[in-house]
């Protein structure tokens, strides 16, 4: 059961870690990522809609994904409503706006990663398993990109660096083992959780990933880069994963 748990901080670790990495490259030199995020989002999206989405439709049906759907996109809101409230500003305003950024995608993403956690734990005697464990990688690099260059160019030192990676890859764990322990013998109830988890890296994905791309290149080029993100996924699940 620990293991699990252990599995799953490592695989978010790991995502959060490369972002973390090519977010201190891009930090002088941000027109590239608009390219990272763009691809990064046809990547996910193409794991959610063509791998995990239905197979929590087939777990719980229609009618409850969309509601679980519903309800992580109207929680990913809430958070973001909060997280303005809660952190300070600092003296400096350009360094307290960048500062601001990072940590509100830093609290969004460890919010996010609990249900996401448990669903990765709940599945481990199904055939979601393995697209949730690429999925927890996948969709953390992007995300720490986007959370770690404002916080790189605020003068984030090297500790911070490693804290912020353990504290947003911890709810994965603890979600692992709570959902490990339970198993699969509520497939409505894990369905639904999947679908919240589900919802939340949909909107995030949408929103402080890829229209940064957009707003840091164009439309046209981001849609491009996000259509050979899906394409790849599909060739992958077609002809290697299965």
């Known amino acids: 059961m620990l293991s699990i748990g252990i599995v799953g901080f490592l695989a978010t670790a790991i995502g959060i870690g490369l972002g973390g990495i090519i977010a201190l490259f891009l930090k002088g030199i941000q027109q590239k990522t608009p390219t990272i995020n763009a691809l ?46 809660l952190i300070p500003s600092t003296v400096n305003p350009q360094k307290g706006k960048l500062i601001q950024t990072g940590l509100l995608l830093a609290i969004s993403i460890t919010i996010h990663n609990l249900p ?15 697209p949730l464990l690429q999925m927890l990688i996948l969709h953390n690099i992007p995300e720490g990109i986007a959370m770690f260059v404002p916080l790189f160019l605020a003068g984030l030192r090297f500790k911070t660096f490693l804290f912020i990676i353990c504290f947003v890859s911890l709810p994965v764990a603890i979600g692992a083992i709570i959902g490990n322990f339970i198993g699969m013998q509520y497939p409505l109830l894990w369905s639904f959780i999947i679908s919240i988890a589900l919802g939340i890296i949909v909107v995030v994905t ?3 990933i890829f229209m940064e791309a957009v707003k840091h290149s164009s439309f046209s080029y981001a849609i ?19």
């Open 40 to 85: 990064c989002t046809g990547l996910i999206l193409g794991l959610v809609c063509l791998e995990i989405a239905p197979e929590s439709i087939e777990l719980g049906g229609l009618l409850i994904f969309t509601i679980g759907s519903i309800i992580g996109i109207l929680s990913f809101v809430k958070i973001h409503e909060l997280s303005h409230r």
């Open 206 to 208: 949408m929103k402080e």
């Open 224 to 242: 491009s880069l996000f259509i050979i993100g899906i394409l790849a996924i599909w060739m992958y699940i077609k002809f290697i994963s299965h």
């Open 116 to 130: 996401l956690g448990i669903a990765f734990g709940s599945s481990q005697h199904s055939e979601i398993s393995k």
